[in-house]
């Protein structure tokens, strides 16, 4: 039995870095214009040349503020991006006068205000946004009638939680503008989705960013158990004697050759288990003591007597662990998959075609207006 009640399942989409990239590298903007064919490769094309005539503002009152390989990055690209951008500098800044309050018109680098500082980081996170669009136009890469339901079932929820009126309040205050908006910055984040899967599953596309690929990491050796248990929960009875007397009942059937799933279906009283009938895998210090040991006493198939924990009474039978749905401690290191490591390396190329990009700054990127400090 776990020591929380609550089982988490984990997603496809795991691992710190990939929820990193899609946390903090989402963004929307224009469309950029048709790269010329390059023999370098889409990697190549999506960091190189778009044309001059690249397609600029979007978004009624928008305007361009910088071009990124000549693809123009608009003030609805940047807009919510500052705190991001400026999260980033703060540490930097803190080295620099030993404080965290920033004074934006303090100079910083080079004799540049922190401020004109700011509005360049935005544009340079809002390169990555380009890089990756661009790359995805060259795949094909479109979002299917499931992503466009998805979308505008978000934006419906928020409306019903907020209202309409308090809903672009709200967008507005953190550089978003408008539902129109919104719903581009979701439409960027499932086309950044839908090219990491394109690219893992490609293994010729993959190639262009096998040099950025992780090596696999050594964790300290873990032995893995694997359990199945019938449980008579203290909760469910007058008394702890009535439990112990229908847990008894329960493991003389099973002892007898009744189909332990049937029965753990039909009298268990765990609902993790319930929802995990498979099972569980779990590693040493996520189960209750008492249930951790017996299951180690076990041998595989092996049906173990009564176990009392703080939970009730357990029927345990030890059962062959599943390596891919592995319970863990919070907080503990755990193996990442391939599909992790290619992610990892995936945005770290495409990272690196957003580093080596040609930004162009243009003079109204300093008309773009930042939240008030304070």
């Not at 979308?151 to 939680?161: G, L, P, V």
């Not at 357990?314 to 062959?320: C, G, K, L, N, Q």
Request: negative net charge; hydrophobic residues 45%.
């Amino acid at each position: 039995m776990m020591k929380s009640n609550t089982a988490k399942k984990k997603l496809w989409f795991s691992g710190i870095l990939v929820a990193l990239i899609l946390t903090l590298m989402m963004g929307c903007g224009s469309p950029a214009a048709d790269a010329d064919d390059d023999a370098n490769g889409r990697g190549a094309e999506a960091a190189g040349a778009a044309n001059d005539d690249a397609v600029g503002p979007t978004f009624e009152g928008d305007f361009a503020v910088a071009r990124v390989n000549r693809m123009y990055v608009n003030a609805s690209d940047i807009g919510f991006l500052e705190m991001q951008a400026q999260n980033m500098l703060m540490w930097e800044y803190f080295e620099m006068f030993g404080e965290f309050e920033i004074d934006r018109q303090r100079e910083f680098r080079d004799g540049v205000v922190f401020e004109r500082v700011l509005r360049e980081e935005m544009v340079r996170q809002a390169a990555f946004t380009k890089i990756y669009q661009e790359y995805a136009r060259q795949l094909g890469i479109t979002l299917t009638d499931e992503d466009y339901e998805m979308i505008e079932a978000h934006i419906d929820n928020f409306r019903e939680q907020f209202g309409e009126q308090e809903l672009e309040v709200m967008l507005y205050a953190d550089g978003i503008r408008g539902t129109t908006h919104l719903w581009e910055i979701y439409r960027s984040q499932i086309i950044f989705e839908n090219l990491l899967m394109a690219i893992v599953d490609d293994p010729a596309e993959f190639a262009r960013f096998e040099a950025y690929m992780p090596e696999e990491e050594e964790l300290p050796e873990e032995e893995l158990l694997g359990a199945k248990h019938i449980l008579a929960s203290f909760d469910n009875f007058d008394s702890e004697e009535e439990a112990e007397d229908f847990a008894n009942d329960i493991l003389a059937r099973a002892l007898a050759g009744e189909d332990f799933a049937m029965l753990m279906a039909e009298y268990g009283q765990d609902p993790g288990m319930m929802a995990n009938p498979q099972g569980y895998t779990f590693v040493s210090g996520v189960m209750v003591s008492e249930f951790e040991q017996a299951t180690m006493e076990l041998e595989i198939g092996e049906i173990s007597g009564l176990v009392r924990s703080d939970f009730g009474f357990h029927i345990i039978m030890r059962i062959e662990p599943d390596e891919d749905n592995v319970m863990r401690p919070p907080g503990a290191p755990a193996p990442r998959t391939l599909q992790d490591r290619m992610f990892e390396a995936i945005f770290l190329g495409l990272q690196t075609m957003a580093d080596e990009a040609e930004i162009e700054f243009l003079p109204a990127l300093e008309d773009v207006v930042l939240m008030p400090q304070g």
